[in-house]
C-alpha cells in the first residue's frame, strides 16, 4: 500500500447507505461506489472508527449486509482505528 494513496473516512450512515444502495440526492450514490471501486483497485485506504462498528451491527441491516460489513475489514486498506480526537 502507498503512502501516497488517498484516504477516505466513513461514518457509520455511509456504510449504512452504501449496503443498504439508499436513494440519496444526486451524486452521493456514485460518489460512495467511486470510493468502492478504489478500494477494489487497492487504490485508496478506507478508514472508519470502532464506534463505527457498533453503529453498524446494532442498526436494522439484513445478516447479509452485516457480514458484508465485517468482509470489508478483511482488507489491507480497510482499517477500522480506535476513537481518538484526530478522527
Not at 1 to 26: H, S, T, V
Amino acid at each position: 500500500m502507498a503512502q501516497n494513496q488517498p484516504k477516505y473516512y466513513w461514518d457509520a450512515g455511509l456504510f449504512i447507505a452504501w449496503l443498504k444502495d439508499e436513494k440519496r440526492k444526486p451524486g452521493e450514490m456514485q460518489g460512495l461506489a467511486e470510493v468502492v471501486s478504489m478500494i477494489d483497485r487497492k487504490d485508496a485506504v478506507l478508514i472508519t472508527s470502532v464506534v463505527s462498528r457498533t453503529e453498524v451491527l446494532e442498526s436494522t441491516l439484513t445478516q447479509e449486509n452485516k457480514g458484508k460489513f465485517d468482509k470489508v475489514f478483511q482488507r489491507t486498506n480497510c482499517k477500522m482505528v480506535d476513537l481518538n480526537a484526530p478522527i
